[in-house]
């Protein structure tokens, strides 16, 4: 099993010159944290999907980061492993 995940949980603020009655910063876009946790031979899958929905080529794109997962249970059922993740 493998996790990966993206950066970036702050919102990003554009700073602006400022006008009459504005603060001068304005939410240009939210960042989200994405972990998905995939079998190792659906990873390469996974990290080409995710990559072409996020490619926009400007900064800010994020990373992804792949590491190990040793084991998973599911608190209802108690099942783990491979089983756990379906």
Do not use: N, Y
């Not at 209802?76 to 089983?83: A, F, L, M, Q």
């Amino acid at each position: 099993m493998a996790m990966g995940g993206g950066s970036g949980c702050l919102p990003r603020w554009v700073v602006r010159p400022v006008s009459t009655g504005s603060t001068g910063k304005e939410l240009r876009d939210e960042r989200v944290k994405v972990e998905v946790v995939v079998d190792d031979g659906k990873l390469q899958t996974a990290l080409d999907a995710i990559v072409k929905a996020a490619h926009t080529g400007q900064i800010g794109d994020g990373k992804i980061f792949v590491s190990s997962v040793d084991d998973c249970v599911r608190i209802r059922t108690g099942e783990t492993g491979k089983d756990a993740i379906g």
